[in-house]
T-cell receptor
């Protein structure tokens, strides 16, 4: 089975631009979560989607948004980029039927905002 | 709400030696799962070991084992016979969606 894939792997943007990141979960996984990882803040939860619906949301401004498609693929969008948005963005998928909520992570997208 | 604390930002260990990474957590739940995830320099986060709180027996996966103390809310990871490939960030996590992560411990294995 293919793992979680994320595209692109690297992005360089300038302040004020917007960006869209993509995540394809493991086949059969319907839950997709997004995390932001920075050296200072560690791993912070952005949002989780299940069956095209946002089920959980972290404490991020409205510039961060996401969606999930009927094939469970997910995208996240960041508008009006700020320098502080530079981070590694990780996507994780899971089988909601699992009691342990194990999440499988993609390799991440490294976003640099100049 | 759950919280997870890893008190060791960085650690180092000689190759073939044993190292223990600490993790404490707080929860009001009675049955739950805890994870240790490993994030090597290549960045892909992978699950190392899981522990179900209902089980008293400590989990073991090859060279990795945990010391789970439910009453003390402690969940440490022991790596035996450390190898260079164990060099990574290690995250303790409370298993919910979303995962509740500690800040991580950067482990360096020295030849």
């Amino acid at each position: 089975k293919a793992g979680v894939t994320q595209t692109p792997r690297y992005l360089i943007k300038t302040r004020g631009q917007q960006v869209t990141l993509s995540c394809s979960p493991i086949s059969g996984h319907r839950s997709v979560s997004w995390y932001q990882q920075t050296p200072g803040q560690g791993l912070q939860f952005l949002f989780e989607y299940f069956s095209e619906t946002q089920r959980n949301k972290g404490n991020f401004p409205g510039r961060f948004s996401g969606r999930q498609f009927s094939n469970s693929r997910s995208e996240m969008n960041v508008s009006t980029l700020e320098l502080g948005d530079s981070a590694l963005y990780l996507c994780a998928s899971s089988l909601v039927e699992r009691a342990d909520n194990e999440q499988f992570f993609g390799p991440g997208t490294r976003l640099t905002v100049l | 709400a759950q919280t997870v604390t890893q008190s060791q930002p960085e650690m180092s260990v000689q190759e073939a030696e044993t190292v223990t990474l600490s993790c404490t957590y707080d929860t009001s739940e009675n049955n739950y799962y805890l994870f240790w995830y490993k994030q090597p320099p290549s960045r892909q986060m992978i699950l190392v070991i899981r522990q179900e709180a209902y089980k008293q027996q400590n989990a073991t996966e090859n060279r990795f084992s945990v010391n789970f103390q439910k009453a003390a809310k402690s969940f440490s990871l022991k790596i035996s016979d450390s190898q260079l490939g164990d060099t990574a960030m290690y995250f303790c996590a409370f298993a919910k969606i979303p995962l509740v992560f500690g800040k991580g411990t950067r482990l360096s294995v020295i030849a």
